[in-house]
Each structure stands twice: as C-alpha cells, then as structure tokens.
C-alpha cells in the first residue's frame, strides 16, 4: 500500500499546499515519514487525509477559471460504516464549490471497495452544482457495478468511454476537455 503514489507529473502546473483556495493550502508533506494508515498498512505521505479512515485522496489539478479539479482516491470509499461521502463533501468539496469548481472528475482506480448507505450526500452535491457534473474515471469493475447498484450512478457520470487508461499521457486540460466532452454528451 505504501509504494502507490498519488499522480505526481502534473505537479508542475498544481499543488494543493501551494493553492491559497485548496483545503490542503499550506499542508507538509514527508517523503519519509509514514503516518496514515488503512487497515494497519502505511499509505504514502503525498496522500491527502480528510477525516476519512478508509479513503484518501489527491487534489491532482485544479482549474478556477475553467472550474473544474481532478482528484485521485486510494482506499475504501465507504459510506456504511465511516460516511466517506460526508467528509468529502463537507470538507473538501464544499471548499471547492465556494470557490467556483462545479465540474469533478474523480480517478478512482486505487478504490478497492465501495459501501453503500444511502444517497443524500451524493444528491446534494450533483444539486450544488447546477450547471457542472462530477465524473467518475476507471473504478474497478467491481466498484464499478457496486455504485451501479446503489444508483449512485445518478448522480456521478461514470463507465463506458470514462475508462481512460492513458490519462497519465494527458496534460490536465487535455484530460478535462476528454471527460468534458464525454460528460457533456451523456447529460445532454
């Protein structure tokens, strides 16, 4: 668990502790020393703890003027036992939205499981956004046909032409004009 890196080669055009507006502004980071867990395996000190024990993240890029960001996940998106969707919401997301980001393009690829409870969160944040979208990018199959299946797909666009392997080819808004266009077309 701890050699999985969040996306580190867009890091000449964004980092979070340097982004006044970011939740992460000002954050410190180690490369040496471990301090977060999952389920007592050390994840890599470049991720983002936001309240959650069971899912970390990356704010990879953001852009204020185009009003979108792209965050990495790694762990257990669990909203059963732990409301991930409420820390996320809460505390990150909402810092976000006061600041003009509607549309979300979540990389979810390092996601092993997903727990479903129930919807709200999810509801409110696609209401929050009126004219925006957020996207879901590579989940596995099988968190894939968990969401499905607790219909958050409603809410989040997610599956077929989103699974984009070579993102990491991408620079940011090459990647954000791809899913723009795909998540415009399905909305529309």
Not at 9 to 20: C, K, M, Q, V
Not at 35 to 61: A, E, M, R
Not at 72 to 94: A, C, Q, S, T
Not at 122 to 142: C, K, R, T
Request: proline share 3%; net charge negative; glycine share 4%.
């Amino acid at each position: 668990m701890h050699h999985i890196e969040p996306y580190f080669n867009w890091r000449g055009y964004y980092t979070a502790e340097n982004d006044e507006l970011s939740p992460f502004y000002e954050r410190e980071y180690s490369e040496f020393d471990f301090t977060d867990t999952l389920y007592n395996f050390y994840v890599h000190p470049q991720w983002d703890n936001f309240g959650s024990s069971t899912l970390f993240i990356k704010i990879l890029f953001v852009d204020y003027d185009s009003g979108y960001a792209v965050i990495e996940m790694l762990g257990e998106w669990n909203d059963l036992l732990n409301n991930d969707i409420m820390f996320l919401k809460r505390d990150v997301v909402d810092v976000m939205i006061e600041e003009g980001i509607t549309k979300f393009i979540l990389i979810a690829e390092h996601v092993m499981n997903f727990h479903y409870s129930d919807d709200c969160y999810y509801e409110e944040w696609f209401d929050d956004i009126e004219d925006g979208w957020i996207s879901l990018v590579n989940p596995a199959d099988h968190v894939y046909r968990e969401m499905q299946s607790a219909r958050i797909d409603h809410y989040l666009v997610m599956g077929g032409d989103l699974d984009i392997v070579e993102w990491r080819t991408m620079k940011p808004f090459h990647f954000f004009g791809k899913i723009r266009d795909i998540a415009e077309r399905r909305l529309n």
